[in-house]
């Protein structure tokens, strides 16, 4: 079953408070109308899209995820995903040198402040403009404070688990829990509050937040080829009808004025995630599960570099993938 709808990156509800909001900054471009989200089978779609399925609107992108049940959470466990804010990662940011979690602390905080020594990694201090309570927070590193902001997986782990992930990889989904997009720095609370929640239960309490938010979700569910739930399609779905011209982007970084204490520079400036539409090969990765889906995709062969190049693909180790 394929489910039709808008796609943006950006936005949630609380718990107790569902109903989809405005975007107030949604970008407003003319897109054909588009169907409910289906039940059919012949509706189905493939649930490794082709790199292509990844431009355009939000209600493309929605369009072309599966619509499943949940799976069963047996097995669960976060170390599924690999060890926690990994730089062992293939994703964006993998292989710096920071841990994950201080590469998004840099890229989303203001007025940050690193910690000498540390080699430009690790974020004492800043100010979080927070997406999902619309308020600014002071994050000061301790014991006692350093909860105040958390770092949330736009989907949620447990979501993922359920929707697809458990026939990945140990390395997809290490890469899906270190990806920059599908990471926030968030309000601490809100962020408990949403645990493991989709959509069709959870959204954040700024509506101005939520197309976007939902957009990223979509985004994420594509890229990683995970589904979604009848109900978790109609609340994205839902959202995405007070902005249906948003279309698939990464956000840029956030970051601003960096202050390395005891140190003039920082080794490791702030990372960025780039701006604007998702037009494959340059704008976001491109994941083949085998050389059989690059071909379907019609991207072989990959060279190195190329987005979905991965030395798994590439036998003869010579640069040159599904040849």
Same mark, same amino acid.
């Given at each position: 079953?394929?489910?039709?709808?808008?796609?943006?990156?950006? +936005?949630?509800?609380?718990?107790?408070?569902?109903?989809? &909001?405005?975007?107030?900054?949604?970008?407003?471009?003319?897109?054909?109308?588009?169907?409910?989200?289906?039940?059919?089978?012949?509706?189905?779609?493939?649930?490794?899209?082709?790199?292509? !399925?990844?431009?355009?609107?939000?209600?493309?992108?929605?369009?072309?995820?599966?619509?499943?049940?949940?799976?069963?959470?047996? &097995?669960?466990?976060?170390?599924?995903?690999?060890?926690?804010?990994?730089?062992?990662?293939?994703?964006?940011? +993998?292989?710096?040198? #920071?841990? *994950? %979690?201080?590469?998004?602390?840099? %890229?989303?905080?203001? $007025?940050?402040?690193?910690?000498?020594?540390?080699?430009?990694?690790?974020?004492?201090?800043?100010?979080?403009?927070?997406?999902?309570?619309?308020?600014?927070?002071?994050? @000061?590193?301790?014991?006692?404070?350093?909860?105040?902001?958390?770092?949330?997986?736009?989907?949620?782990?447990?979501?993922?688990?359920?929707?697809?992930?458990?026939?990945?990889?140990?390395?997809?989904? $290490?890469?899906?829990?270190?990806?920059?997009?599908?990471?926030? !720095?968030?309000?601490?609370?809100?962020?408990?509050?949403?645990?493991?929640?989709?959509?069709?239960?959870?959204? =954040?309490?700024?509506?101005?937040?939520?197309?976007?938010?939902?957009? %990223?979700?979509?985004?994420?569910?594509?890229?990683?080829?995970?589904?979604?739930?009848?109900?978790? +399609?109609?609340?994205?779905?839902? @959202?995405?009808?007070? #902005?249906? +011209?948003?279309?698939? *982007?990464?956000?840029?970084?956030?970051? &601003?004025?960096?202050?390395?204490?005891?140190?003039?520079?920082?080794?490791?400036?702030? =990372? *960025?995630?780039?701006? &604007?539409?998702? @037009?494959?090969?340059?704008?976001?990765? !491109?994941?083949?599960?085998?050389?059989?889906?690059?071909?379907?995709?019609?991207? !072989?062969?990959?060279?190195?570099?190329?987005?979905?190049?991965?030395?798994?693909?590439? %036998?003869?180790?010579?640069?040159?993938?599904?040849?």
């Amino acid at each position: 079953m394929a489910v039709a709808a808008v796609l943006t990156l950006a +936005g949630c509800t609380s718990a107790t408070s569902r109903s989809p &909001g405005p975007s107030a900054s949604a970008p407003r471009v003319h897109t054909p109308a588009v169907a409910s989200p289906a039940t059919s089978a012949s509706a189905a779609q493939p649930s490794q899209p082709q790199p292509a !399925a990844l431009a355009g609107t939000a209600v493309a992108g929605l369009a072309l995820l599966l619509v499943k049940g949940r799976a069963p959470m047996t &097995g669960y466990a976060r170390s599924e995903f690999g060890d926690a804010w990994s730089d062992d990662n293939d994703a964006p940011f +993998g292989h710096n040198g #920071c841990d *994950t %979690r201080n590469d998004i602390l840099r %890229r989303d905080l203001h $007025q940050t402040v690193l910690k000498s020594g540390s080699n430009g990694c690790v974020a004492l201090s800043g100010r979080l403009d927070d997406p999902y309570t619309a308020t600014a927070i002071s994050f @000061v590193r301790g014991s006692a404070t350093s909860s105040r902001v958390q770092i949330d997986h736009v989907v949620a782990l447990g979501d993922a688990w359920q929707s697809g992930a458990q026939q990945a990889t140990a390395q997809q989904r $290490q890469n899906l829990a270190n990806d920059p997009m599908n990471l926030l !720095a968030v309000d601490g609370p809100a962020n408990q509050q949403k645990g493991a929640a989709n959509a069709a239960s959870w959204l =954040p309490a700024n509506t101005s937040f939520r197309c976007s938010y939902v957009a %990223r979700q979509v985004a994420v569910k594509l890229k990683y080829g995970l589904w979604v739930t009848s109900a978790e +399609g109609g609340a994205i779905a839902r @959202v995405l009808s007070s #902005c249906r +011209g948003q279309l698939l *982007t990464v956000e840029p970084g956030a970051a &601003g004025p960096v202050t390395v204490r005891g140190s003039a520079s920082a080794s490791h400036p702030p =990372p *960025t995630t780039p701006a &604007g539409p998702v @037009v494959p090969p340059t704008s976001v990765a !491109a994941y083949y599960p085998n050389c059989a889906a690059v071909r379907a995709a019609g991207r !072989a062969p990959l060279h190195r570099g190329e987005p979905g190049y991965r030395a798994g693909l590439d %036998r003869d180790n010579d640069g040159v993938a599904c040849e």
